[in-house]
């Protein structure tokens, strides 16, 4: 599970890891799909569930809304209108030359810390990990070794560069390194399309397959148009209203809910309701219940009952449907224009989208599924009133992600998918002065760079694709400026209110002596944020060719000379060929040198800063190690006083294998340990439990060991038996056999003596144990009688199995060498009639071709 896609929510969070079956999302520790993204501070941290269940009583402590607070400056209209819903205290951090970003106040371990927002967002992401981790682990494995190594993050489509790059370094003082921050709607596109692909429903390349998504989640909503092809999605268009989500329709609930209860007890309360962040916490929770019951068609009202709401007063009240509804309209007037807007930007209409997927928690209120019935023009009557539901409504981003992660990956191998992403707002580049030639920009990659005036550029239009390099080229020298910032086109595309446009600058150092031909390239990352690629000098210059060169250019001109000439035209041409391989000549090339440069940014974690965020983050995860082994310590302990006392007491347990002083001082030992962890030795230090443990333990050791001792003796002595027996019947037998005649009468005495010696020990044993009690400590010990059992085979098997030896090799004797006599030949000799009748043959043969010659 080491490649995963998180869905990083404003209320929670989703992680899903891709495996060979597919992409499974994880549960945690409590079998739920959904994380609370909160995270809590006291003596020690909380995260997730254990964060969210003490989060009424641990308010102030208790920090959530990460994604809507990260990367936005302290004074943000939008990040202060956050900070008013929000239980916990909100402080600025002061950095030099930067506008003040958000930090959160909190007690931690009894002292007060200020955290960067930032890092609170990478410590839930680090959680999910550790979620992911723990679950791998339960299968087998080292925990650490398991934690997940490639990461896809969802992100919301209108977040700034400003707010991509202050999550990304919220995730690196975790430890956590981002493959791709990805917009959540090309998540659920990719969720929706790589399945469908698979199945060959996107079978026409001409003819792509257009499909909306809407995605109304806990805070925000987002409307995007996608195309379909084989192999391939193109993000034709993104809306959004990032301050639309479910829970303003719990909002609208809580406050009337309030208003009732405050006409009711009109003069008895203290201050308003609503005013209290912990009755504030209670009254949105019942909203949000609330709604949820009334989210499915045919349910006509809901019971809203809440105790002890402030001033040990209760109220209940009963909500309808139509209330319900007529409370939230200016809500569902909302839903329309994103649709409209994304319709207009691709030119399409509700009859060319071949599906309109819903996802996102909000999603499933049956008011706003009526409303994007209506504005889309669907049939009403139909199941959902038209719209598909076929996706996951909590787990498609996270499943987008965890694709997404794969296929980045090297540990996968995925079948290619492209995914055409979509920039929300216009980056231009601008600079000191003119450009060459008024203006010029060269651009690499799909799309064109648009002048926005005399000296800047819009490198990034809005709907173009990332990542991607393009570049300008400038006549300077010295040392000049290139500013990447949002064009004021961005505000016609709701641009966040109160972010500065300004992106990045760069200071570029240049050659100081004469205008340089200066090239600039500007990257967006996959991230889809911007930075300096490189800055070059582009320098013409004349280098003389090689002399190979020259000659085959010569050559090359005789050949010519020989075709438009003839003879005569070749043997003129031919000096002029001879003189081209002497002249040498000279030819344009391009040099290209680096220049340095330098990248300050309106708002950045500084290094300072980081390194101040990762020191507080190891101190605290050291604390997190040291408090949740404190923990296990004193549930360890729990467990053994609980365990052991009921053992003591009963009859088939250890009861009967202690003596009565002994269990009388054991249990009194338990109970004292028991009282102690109730009282003060409930918030002891580790130590202190490993001591308590290690003392108990003296007394509970000794009786297990003697009620082990007593189970395991028997198989160990009838172990011990049958090797004895095995190797005394086989001395018996083996005398006067063939087959082990090999073995001397030594051997067999060693044998004969290792054998008895083992079993007068064994039946002498046998004597001291049988006279003893069970709740006496053992005369013998069953290691002792494996030991014995192992000496006796490693005495007598080398001796059983002795190999025969092999019957030694007989030498051959060598054949007598006969003398050859030798024989003078005499011509004049007869040959001897007991001559061979080879010869004979072979005369008679020869004699007729005498004959004839």
């Given at each position: 599970m080491s490649v995963v896609g998180l869905d990083f929510g404003c209320k929670n969070a989703v992680i899903a890891a891709a495996g060979r079956g597919g992409v499974d999302v994880i549960l945690n520790g409590n079998s739920n799909r959904l994380n609370p993204c909160m995270v809590g501070f006291d003596q020690s941290r909380t995260m997730g569930e254990q964060a969210g269940s003490t989060a009424s009583s641990n308010y102030k402590n208790t920090v959530y809304s990460m994604k809507r607070l990260v990367g936005l400056p302290f004074d943000n209209p939008s990040a202060q209108a956050e900070m008013?819903?929000?239980s916990f205290s909100?402080?600025?951090?002061?950095?030099?030359?930067?506008?003040?970003?958000?930090?959160?106040?909190?007690?931690?371990?009894?002292?007060?810390?200020?955290?960067?927002?930032?890092?609170?967002?990478?410590?839930?992401?680090?959680?999910?990990?550790?979620?992911?981790?723990?679950?791998?682990?339960?299968?087998?494995?080292?925990?650490?070794?398991?934690?997940?190594?490639?990461?896809?993050?969802?992100?919301?489509?209108?977040?700034?560069?400003?707010?991509?790059?202050?999550?990304?370094?919220?995730?690196?003082?975790?430890?956590?390194?981002?493959?791709?921050?990805?917009?959540?709607?090309?998540?659920?596109?990719?969720?929706?399309?790589?399945?469908?692909?698979?199945?060959?429903?996107?079978?026409?390349?001409?003819?792509?397959?257009?499909?909306?998504?809407?995605?109304?989640?806990?805070?925000?909503?987002?409307?995007?148009?996608?195309?379909?092809?084989?192999?391939?999605?193109?993000?034709?268009?993104?809306?959004?209203?990032?301050?639309?989500?479910?829970?303003?329709?719990?909002?609208?609930?809580?406050?009337?809910?309030?208003?009732?209860?405050?006409?009711?007890?009109?003069?008895?309360?203290?201050?308003?309701?609503?005013?209290?962040?912990?009755?504030?916490?209670?009254?949105?929770?019942?909203?949000?219940?609330?709604?949820?019951?009334?989210?499915?068609?045919?349910?006509?009202?809901?019971?809203?009952?809440?105790?002890?709401?402030?001033?040990?007063?209760?109220?209940?009240?009963?909500?309808?449907?139509?209330?319900?509804?007529?409370?939230?309209q200016p809500l569902l007037n909302r839903l329309n224009a994103p649709v409209q807007r994304a319709l207009d930007e691709t030119k399409l209409k509700p009859s060319d989208l071949s599906s309109i997927e819903v996802v996102g928690g909000g999603s499933r209120v049956s008011c706003v599924k009526i409303m994007l019935a209506t504005t889309l023009g669907l049939d009403k009557s139909a199941i959902n009133y038209g719209l598909s539901t076929t996706m996951n409504a909590d787990e498609s981003v996270a499943r987008g992600c965890a694709l997404q992660s794969a296929i980045l990956s090297p540990r996968f191998k995925v079948l290619p998918y492209e995914i055409i992403e979509y920039q929300p707002y216009p980056i231009q580049v601008s600079w000191e002065g003119e450009s060459e030639n008024g203006h010029s920009a060269e651009m690499e990659g799909e799309g064109e760079g648009n002048a926005a005036s005399p000296n800047s550029v819009v490198m990034f239009d809005r709907g173009s694709n990332f990542p991607c390099v393009r570049r300008v080229t400038l006549r300077r020298s010295g040392e000049f400026k290139v500013v990447a910032s949002y064009h004021e086109s961005s505000l016609n595309h709701f641009f966040p209110e109160g972010c500065t446009r300004e992106i990045a600058t760069f200071q570029i150092k240049s050659i100081?002596?004469?205008?340089?031909?200066?090239?600039?390239?500007?990257?967006?990352?996959?991230?889809?944020?911007?930075?300096?690629?490189?800055?070059?000098?582009?320098?013409?210059?004349?280098?003389?060719?090689?002399?190979?060169?020259?000659?085959?250019?010569?050559?090359?001109?005789?050949?010519?000379?020989?075709?438009?000439?003839?003879?005569?035209?070749?043997?003129?041409?031919?000096?002029?060929?001879?003189?081209?391989?002497?002249?040498?000549?000279?030819?344009?090339?391009?040099?290209?040198?680096?220049?340095?440069?330098?990248t300050s940014r309106p708002t950045q974690m500084t290094k300072v800063a980081f390194d101040a965020a990762f020191e507080l983050e190891v101190a605290m995860a050291n604390a997190d190690r040291i408090v949740k082994e404190t923990a296990d310590l004193r549930n360890e302990l729990e467990s053994y006083v609980y365990d052991m006392r009921d053992k003591i007491i009963s009859e088939s347990s250890l009861k009967s294998y202690c003596t009565s002083s002994e269990a009388a001082s054991f249990s009194s030992e338990l109970e004292k340990c028991e009282n102690w962890l109730y009282e003060d030795g409930f918030d002891a230090a580790k130590k202190v439990y490993v001591e308590k443990l290690a003392g108990l333990k003296k007394y509970g050791d000794k009786i297990q060991y003697r009620m082990k001792e007593s189970q395991t003796r028997p198989n160990a002595f009838s172990s011990l038996k049958s090797t004895v027996e095995k190797y005394t019947n086989w001395l018996n037998s083996s005398v006067g056999d063939e087959k082990f005649a090999h073995i001397t009468d030594e051997e067999r005495t060693k044998c004969h003596t290792k054998c008895d010696e083992t079993s007068g020990w064994m039946y002498e044993m046998l004597d001291k144990q049988g006279s003893l009690a069970v709740n006496a400590d053992p005369a013998v010990t069953t290691a002792q009688i494996i030991t014995r059992n192992k000496e006796l085979s490693n005495s007598v098997s080398p001796i059983m199995h002795k190999p025969v030896p092999k019957p030694k090799a007989v030498p051959k004797p060598e054949p007598e060498k006969k003398e050859e006599k030798k024989e003078e030949k005499n011509e004049d000799d007869v040959p001897a009639p007991m001559d061979t009748g080879e010869e004979t043959k072979v005369e008679a043969e020869t004699k007729p071709m005498d004959t004839s010659a």
């Open positions: 008013k819903r929000c909100c402080v600025p951090i002061n950095t030099d030359g930067q506008p003040s970003s958000i930090g959160v106040k909190v007690n931690y371990n009894s002292e007060e810390k200020v955290i960067p927002i930032e890092a609170v967002a990478g410590m839930m992401v680090k959680h999910m990990g550790d979620i992911c981790a723990e679950k791998s682990a339960a299968a087998g494995g080292d925990i650490q070794q398991l934690f997940p190594k490639d990461w896809v993050v969802s992100v919301p489509s209108y977040y700034t560069d400003a707010q991509k790059r202050a999550f990304l370094s919220g995730c690196q003082v975790s430890g956590i390194d981002v493959r791709r921050l990805m917009h959540e709607n090309t998540a659920t596109a990719l969720a929706y399309g790589i399945f469908k692909d698979i199945r060959k429903e996107f079978a026409n390349k001409d003819e792509p397959t257009h499909v909306m998504f809407i995605d109304l989640g806990a805070t925000s909503y987002t409307v995007s148009v996608v195309d379909f092809v084989p192999g391939k999605l193109i993000v034709k268009s993104t809306q959004s209203d990032s301050d639309l989500g479910g829970r303003e329709f719990d909002l609208k609930i809580a406050q009337w809910f309030a208003d009732k209860f405050e006409e009711k007890y009109k003069g008895k309360l203290s201050a308003k309701p609503m005013s209290k962040p912990k009755v504030m916490l209670k009254l949105l929770a019942a909203a949000e219940k609330a709604k949820k019951t009334l989210s499915p068609a045919g349910v006509k009202e809901v019971r809203m009952q809440v105790e002890c709401i402030m001033d040990d007063l209760d109220f209940g009240i009963t909500l309808t449907s139509a209330k319900y509804e007529e409370m939230c100081a002596s004469g205008e340089n031909k200066i090239r600039v390239n500007v990257k967006q990352d996959l991230h889809g944020i911007v930075s300096l690629s490189s800055a070059q000098v582009i320098e013409e210059i004349m280098e003389e060719e090689e002399p190979a060169e020259a000659a085959k250019e010569g050559e090359a001109k005789k050949e010519e000379a020989k075709e438009e000439e003839g003879a005569e035209g070749e043997a003129k041409k031919e000096g002029e060929v001879v003189e081209a391989k002497k002249e040498v000549e000279k030819k344009k090339k391009v040099k290209k040198t680096n220049l340095e440069s330098t």
